[in-house]
């Protein structure tokens, strides 16, 4: 009888402009793994929502119902149209954290989240990944960096198109709004490994996760 083939999950978790996206897109691909971008659901969802009385729960399932999100490792996608662009303004950056803390939207895409990572080895990121989505994760890791070289890297993912002071005012704000939130808050899990972005290069951060799930794999066998 075949051996069940093991299913390894890695959960990468932290603040915006930590890095998350581009090391775990390129942690699982190094692996062999499906990746998952979580925060790109919630961003097109607010894009979906931008329109709506988000005080109003009927309006908000209604949205949720009636609008489709797939995503590859590069491009977000709402109903089919190619969304990468405006889900990364600063504007949908902000709706996006306000709408992760309404039960209904929060509910709908963990349950998504949990259903794609389901019985396959995945590289999932993003906020309450480590926490809430993937508590069993095998290996958690939660990325850091200064908040200058988070709103650098936000400044140039936008092509510069808004101001640097700007970037990094929403940045801080968000990082208000997203400890502060009562449901899933960003937090770093007890069991998360901390890696600080700050000062290495993309090639030095890629390997740090890729070491740290290697040792996890190695204890695990």
Known sequence: MASKKRVYQIAIDGPGGAGKSTIAQEVAKRLGFLFINTGG????????????DISNLEQIKQVLYN?????????????????????????????????GTIAAVREKCVKDQQKIAEGQSCVMEGRDTTTVVLPNATLKIF???????????????????????????????????????????????????????DNKTFEENVQQVI???KLKEALSV
């Open 211 to 213: 070491q740290a799930f």
């Open 67 to 99: 609008n489709h999100v797939t995503f590859t490792p590069e491009r977000l996608y709402l109903n089919g149209t190619d969304v990468t662009k405006e889900c990364y303004t600063a504007s949908i950056s902000m709706l996006a954290s306000k709408i």
């Open 41 to 52: 659901m919630y961003r097109c969802y607010a894009i979906a929502l931008k329109n709506t």
């Open 143 to 197: 990325l850091t960096a200064s908040i200058d070289t988070r709103a650098n890297r936000r400044w140039l993912q936008n092509n510069k198109r808004e101001p640097l002071e700007i970037i990094k005012k929403d940045l801080i704000a968000r990082d208000y709004q997203d400890s502060h939130r009562s449901i899933a808050p960003l937090k770093k899990a007890i069991d998360a490994i901390e890696i600080s972005t």
